[in-house]
């Protein structure tokens, strides 16, 4: 095992307890894990964090579950809505260039971090995510 | 939708996006673009931080959580967009 397979071990372990904690796929930390990290390409990356996300989501999945945390009529109507959109915006990716889709990416993960520091921010400082409002 | 249940529900409706977008990156392209000796590694960290993140969901502050979470991401976005 070498520092780059440790590097990807490491990433891995944080974007599954962000994913099982806060509930973004994986992806976001998936992906620089391995293009900043352990120097795979950017299209490659997206594809491998994809396949990465799924036993992730998995485990996530049937913890939930098992915590009481997961409205499941919700979780039917995301989970359906968002295929529609996960087979278009594949397969418009996969015939970008990498630069281009590192760029968007880049400005994404610009917005997540916009949008969760602003949630952040109006959330009181004792608030805990396990509390019901 | 309380904060809890909001984050559970979106990793469990990622669970089939990612299966059906798949295919797409392995089939659709000359080389397929997913190494799975990379997701080998990815995996064994992941699924081991899924577990306990989503079993101390309720014991963590939110607001310190997605504030961490900010920072991380903004680092990463800018890098990303400047230096793609």
Redesign the interface.
Same mark, same amino acid.
């Given at each position: 095992m070498s520092w780059r397979d440790l590097i990807l071990v490491a990433g891995g372990f944080g974007a599954g307890f962000l994913s099982g904690t806060i509930g973004i796929g994986g992806g976001a930390l998936f992906v620089p894990t391995m293009t900043v990290g352990a120097g795979v390409p950017q299209a490659v990356a997206q594809g491998t964090s994809l396949l990465a996300i799924v036993p992730t989501a998995l485990v996530s999945t049937i913890t939930h579950i098992r915590e009481g945390n997961v409205l499941r009529q919700a979780s039917v109507w995301m989970g359906g809505g968002g295929l529609f959109g996960a087979v278009l915006g594949a397969l418009i990716a996969v015939e970008v260039p990498g630069s281009i889709l590192a760029r968007i990416w880049g400005g994404f993960l610009l917005f997540t971090a916009y949008r969760l520091a602003a949630q952040a921010l109006s959330t009181p400082k004792s608030k805990s995510a396990g509390q019901a409002p | 939708? *309380?904060? !809890?249940? +909001?984050?559970?529900?979106?990793?469990? +409706?990622?669970? *089939?996006?990612?299966?059906?977008?798949?295919p797409? %990156? %392995?089939f !659709?392209?000359r080389t397929?673009?997913?190494?799975?000796r990379? +997701?080998l590694?990815?995996?064994?960290?992941?699924?081991?931080? +899924? %577990?306990?993140?989503?079993?101390?969901?309720? !014991?963590? *502050?939110? !607001?310190e959580?997605?504030?961490a979470?900010?920072v991380?991401?903004?680092v990463?976005?800018?890098?990303?967009?400047?230096f *793609?």
């Open positions: - | 939708m *309380p904060q !809890r249940n +909001a984050n559970a529900n979106s990793i469990v +409706a990622i669970l *089939p996006i990612a299966v059906a977008a798949l797409i %990156y %392995y !659709r392209t397929p673009q997913i190494d799975f990379v +997701a590694f990815l995996v064994a960290g992941s699924v081991v931080g +899924a %577990y306990l993140g989503a079993r101390l969901l309720k !014991r963590i *502050p939110d !607001r959580l997605k504030l979470v900010v991380v991401l903004g990463i976005g800018v890098k990303e967009l400047l *793609p």
